[in-house]
């Protein structure tokens, strides 16, 4: 095996060297200007051609830079320039991944065609994938115009052993990937099987590499290719139709060569189109080199020394498929000097050779002349055999003359012919007709197929029968389909950035196209994870210390201690220099007084332990934050201590304390000259992280400290707020104002000025804006806790400062809503700013806090911020004003006494007020529900109030008298007539009573429920179940009215037949309105219902149109029910019955008066619910209630005739049973009422209305059920 081996390896190096001398012919002849030389590659046994300067250029460079980035970095090579190559897969591609790449020296001139043999054992699908494109773009990891040949070579499929292919573009590359896991296992156990078997058969294996294939390149030009290149193409091309089918067609769809007709020699030997040299003689190397021939050996000695010779020589057929064309052997003469005194004598094979030449210079039939001397003529030899075994041939013979020095004496011919016949017929072999056209292309666009057959025609007398394909198939491309872009599978994971530690690696991905107007890949190129090799050495760094610990004596002096941990040393580092604790005394006070001291608490699954009064216990934060928790032991009125409620203003989360360490990086940085990006983000991290809400009131302070570092930051030269930063830092502000961070607010004025450094904050922010504002503009924001103006006007502006601006209301509920006016007069304003300052402009910024008030400590028993709290800032600072600002507040509460205006004023810090003071500011009462303040200076400003003690309830926490009498009046009187119902229902029992009781309900359930959310708005689950079954309540009685008009209209068309209450009145009455409700939850998840202010539907976001909405559509509804009734009541065919028609009338009156009532009922009532403050709204909601129970009284139960005698029969009824004489009461006249339900049905039954004669009949006597 390992002799056949060397010897295949010899030969194909040989055709290596043939096919690229022929192949650089050609390509020098046909294609290429400039010079050229060929090289062989033995390790790949292939032939390259290597262009000159002439044919690079800056665009191939950049190509092949392109196709060399494309090719994996671990495994890649790039063909360039080759023309013609025999590659293995071993040596192209040795491992996975891996990638070998050919590259088209010019596609517009010159198309790649390759022969691919399969490997003969194993072979993993789509491990080795083949691809053609266009380009690489590094940037992008793109191939463009990449498109995919796997379906053409099939390099698993074992039905062919040889694939064909056919590429245009200018990279052709074949990519080995790793093995799948499913693939990882087939090759385990082909390495196991391998294992087992002989050591000899494994090395016999080895050598055949079964999964080596082996690839055959051929680069022809588009124009005036080289004939030795048409003949291999045209070897390619027959082979791969011969062997194309309906499933694998031929991969070479065209060439440049005329492949079915034989080529043309001229006359010197050259064929048509090359460009030859002289023909060559008596040189063995440079003899003619045809495919399959070897060269020719040398001349043999002469055959005489003397009067002519002849010297001959041969060469070896070594063809690689199909035969070899020519002659084995040729001769020449020499030796052609006399001889003397020497007889010649010739061999038979020289005599004929001598013949033959002289048969071509002689004519057959001619005669020599006679010479000197004597001659000899022998005789003729025997006739030979015929040339042919089967019909007519030829037979011949010859004879030699025997010649002397002097010359010839013989006469005739030397050989003669004659006829000959053969009886037997010969057979004739099957011959192949022309092949038909090509068919069209299977597909209109991307990869198709086309075909051509032809026919046999028979053979004859035994002849043998056609051989070859009837049929050949081969791939097709009429036009290309868009073809989106799609990943290739990752890279291997790059080696780790880091020796030691942690690092990074990185893995790329290619995307295959777009091609021809398809889509981007989706998805990133790069993907990077982290890493780690092992650890580095790291000294060891001591922790920060730990909080004091307790000191070890409460009093009278004692020892704290604290202690830091080292971390490390790790992996031979250095250890960490220094103690490792620390001490100091502490509580040098005197020891408190049994009484003064507050006992060891378990409190929220924390310990406190014994503290003195006036001291703070703390304890670590919870696992989710950091620091430490506080708990302060002080005295009550009597003296004795006692503990307070835990505060966290030092805990702060893991969340705010990242974006707290970042701030405080961005400002070091910017403190030291650097500018750098991010601090934006760090606004925008702090805005998202507020909006998911604060959980200790640390992070409050976290917040407001994050907020002052970027102000800072934005100070300073290089940096520039942008308008996403202005809307980002009023909504973070607005975010720690919202309603759930009282109790944290609380906390933190507790330990100090956090009121102070808020105020502080929002007036620098305001400075920072001004301050880089682009000429003269105005900044309004607008969020749910705060209003912020921000104006910047020239000095010379002479009008006065007013708020809020006309234009700027009505973007949320509550800035519309407020009533707040504040107004600077230019003439107050006088600045004395230096001269290297600008004194052009002036910047004004008002900010309107929405609930900063109820937050404040000031809210007490005793005292309460009556108003919202209001900054007014000036800068440059005007100093003293000349003239007062005038701030005009409407009152929060009512029913307040001593209100006082108040600014904050940081000099006051030592007042009974904290920082607030009435010094500066005057209140002038406007009316009871609003008060003006009149200040001389620039701060923030609100309203203190006292309670007033003669007012046990305040107005907003209680309802008013007005809607209490309101309600109180309408379901008294409705809950009457409900137990006047009650008590006769067995004599008005019908579907109308029915209604009329669930319509009273409905009323009265939404009653009760006004009253109850003017005392639950700040409990936020309650307001919330309070707003949604007041939404269900109020449209229920809506459409109990329409079920009302809705029997009515059924009743007067005779439609109502059945005697029991019909189910669909309850779906109209209660499902309705459910359903509406349900869907109005479920699509805003129950916001909007209850607001900080109301239990009802908010006034923004569209959620009142689920109320408007369905009840306007009853109202128009009902209004069309009515028309039809009433036209049926007035026209001539209408209703007969005079009873029916009194109902009918009564019930549409009912509801002409009652709806309309209805609504304006529910109007004022949402308007008074909204509007707490207006009595107007709350006195017209109690009339319209009250006005609307007494009409329905009075018209279902004083003016309803049946309601009338069933009260007089049931006071009969009960005087007879006091009689003891039940049963007279029937034989008196006194027979049960025939419900209104029961008239409706006999009225409207088949046979028509009734007749006089039956409505003067008395009823059907009925007994009465009897008591026991």
Known sequence: ???????????????????????????????????????????????????????????????????????????????????????????????????????????????????????????????????????????????????????????????????????????????????????????????????????????????????????????????????????????????????????????????????????????????????????????????????????????????????????????????????????????????????????????????????????????????????????????????????????????????????????????????????????????????????????????????????????????????????????????????????????????????????????????????????????????????????????????????????????????????????????????????????????????????????????????????????????????????????????????????????????????????????????????????????????????????????????????????????????????????????????????????????????KWEEMQMVGASTKEFFRLVEEFVDLIGTQMKGFQDIYEVTENLELSIQKRPKAMSSDITFPTKGWRGMTEWVRNSEEKITVTRNALTFDVPDEEDTSSFVTGIVLYRNLGVMLSLQSNTTLLNSKVVTVIVKPDPGLLSSPVEIEFPHLYNGTINETCISWDESEALSLLGSWSPRNCRAQPLDSFRTKCVCDGLSTFAILARPNPDVDMDKTYLPSVTLIVGCGVSSLTLLLLIIIYVSVWKYIRSERSVILINFCLSIICSNALILIGQTQARNKVVCTLVAAFLHFFFLSSFCWVLTEAWQSYMAVTGRLRNRIIRKRFLCLGWGLPALVVAVSVGFTKAKGYGTVNYCWLSLEGGLLYSFVGPAAAVVLVNMVIGILVFNKLVSKDGITDVKLKERAGASLWSSCVVLPLLALTWMSAVLAITDRRSALFQILFAVFDSLEGFIIVMVHCILRREVQEAVKCRVVDRKDDGNGDSGSSLQNGHTQLMSDFEKDAESGRPGGMKSSSEEKMAPPQMQLPMGP
């Open 1 to 743: 095996m390992t002799t056949i081996a060397a010897m295949e390896r010899s030969v194909l190096s040989v055709l290596g060297l043939v096919l690229a001398v022929l192949v650089l012919g050609g390509v020098s002849a046909g294609t290429l200007s400039g010079p050229a030389s060929a090289s062989i590659s033995s390790s790949s046994a292939s032939a390259s051609l290597t262009v000159a300067a002439a044919a690079s250029s800056s665009s191939s460079k950049s190509a092949i830079a392109a196709a060399a980035a494309a090719a994996v970095p671990a495994c890649g090579r790039v063909e360039q320039n080759r023309f013609f190559g025999v590659m293995t897969s071993d040596n192209i591609l040795p491992s996975a991944p891996c990638s070998w790449t050919l590259q088209n020296p010019d596609p517009r001139r010159y198309t790649v065609f390759m022969k691919i043999t399969k490997p003969t054992e194993v072979c993993l699908p789509r491990q080795v994938r083949t691809f053609q494109y266009d380009s690489f773009l590094e940037t992008s990891r793109t191939f463009l115009g990449m498109e995919s040949f796997d379906e053409v070579v099939r390099l698993c499929d074992a039905s062919t052993s040889v694939a064909y292919l056919e590429s245009s573009k200018q990279f052709l590359q074949f990519r080995k990937t790793l093995p799948k896991p499913g693939q990882l296992e087939m090759i385990a156990a082909a390495a196991a099987l391998a294992t087992e078997q002989p050591q000899q058969q494994q090395q016999d294996q080895d050598e055949k590499k079964g999964d080596e294939f082996k690839i055959e390149f051929l680069v022809v030009g588009k124009r005036n290719p080289s004939m030795p290149a048409c003949q291999m193409l045209c070897q390619w091309l027959e082979s791969c139709l011969a062997t194309s089918t309906h499933s694998n067609p031929c991969g070479i769809m065209a060439t440049p060569c005329q492949c079915w007709e034989t080529p043309k020699r001229r006359s010197s030997g050259c064929y048509r189109g090359e460009k030859c040299a002289p023909t060559l003689r008596d040189n063995g190397r440079d003899a003619e080199i045809m495919k399959g021939w070897s060269g020719w050996g040398r001349w043999s000695e002469c055959s005489t020394e003397c009067g002519g010779g002849v010297q001959v020589r041969s060469r070896a057929c070594q063809p690689e498929d199909g035969v070899c064309v020519g002659v084995v052997e040729e001769g020449r003469a020499c030796n052609p000097q006399p001889c003397i005194g020497q007889a010649r004598q010739r061999s038979q094979g020289l005599r004929s050779m001598v013949s033959q030449k002289r048969d071509g210079e002689i004519s057959q039939y001619g005669s020599t002349a006679p010479q000197n001397g004597d001659g000899t003529q022998d005789e003729w030899s025997p006739w030979t055999a015929c040339s042919v075994t089967c019909s007519e041939g030829w037979q011949s013979r010859t004879r030699i003359c025997g010649t002397s020095a002097y010359g010839t004496q013989c006469t005739g011919p030397l050989r003669e012919n004659r006829p000959c016949n053969n009886t037997v017929s010969c057979p004739i072999h099957g011959a192949w007709d022309e092949w038909a056209p090509w068919s069209l292309c299977s597909s209109t666009c991307g990869r198709g197929y086309r075909d051509r057959m032809r026919t046999c025609k028979q053979p004859k007398n035994g002849g043998e029968p056609c051989r070859g394909p009837v049929k050949q198939t081969k791939f097709c491309n009429i036009a290309v389909c868009p073809v989106d872009g799609s990943w290739n599978d990752w890279s291997a994971w790059s080696t780790c950035s880091a020796s030691c530690s942690n690092g990074t690696m990185q893995r790329i991905r290619e995307c295959n196209g777009p091609s021809y107007g398809g889509a981007e890949c989706r998805g990133d190129w790069k993907e990077t994870s982290n890493c780690f090799l092992r650890d580095c050495p790291v000294d060891g760094r001591w922790l920060p210390w730990t909080s004091w610990s307790s000191c070890s004596k409460t009093c009278g002096g004692g020892i704290m201690e604290r202690q830091r941990n080292c971390e490390g040393p790790f992996f031979g580092g250095e250890p960490c220099p220094g103690s490792r604790a620390e001490s100091k005394r502490c509580s040098e006070k005197r020891c408190p007084e049994p009484h003064e001291i507050c006992d060891e608490d378990n409190f929220g699954n924390m310990i406190w332990k014994r503290t003195a009064a006036g001291d703070f216990a703390a304890v670590p934060c919870p696992s989710d934050a950091t620091g430490v928790i506080l708990r302060r032991c002080t005295m009550d009125a009597i003296g004795l201590a006692y503990w307070e409620s835990p505060t966290h203003v030092k805990c702060v989360s893991k969340e705010y304390q990242d974006i707290q360490t970042l701030s405080r990086e961005h400002l070091a940085k910017a403190q030291q000259g650097l500018i750098e990006d991010g601090v934006s983000n760090v606004i925008l991290k702090l805005k998202t992280t507020t909006d998911q809400g604060s959980k200790y009131s640390g992070d409050l302070l976290a917040s407001m400290e994050i907020l002052k570092n970027t102000t800072h930051i934005f100070r300073r030269d290089g940096y520039s707020v942008r308008h996403a930063d202005v809307e980002n830092y009023a909504q973070t502000i607005s975010n720690l104002l919202k309603e759930e961070h009282r109790e």
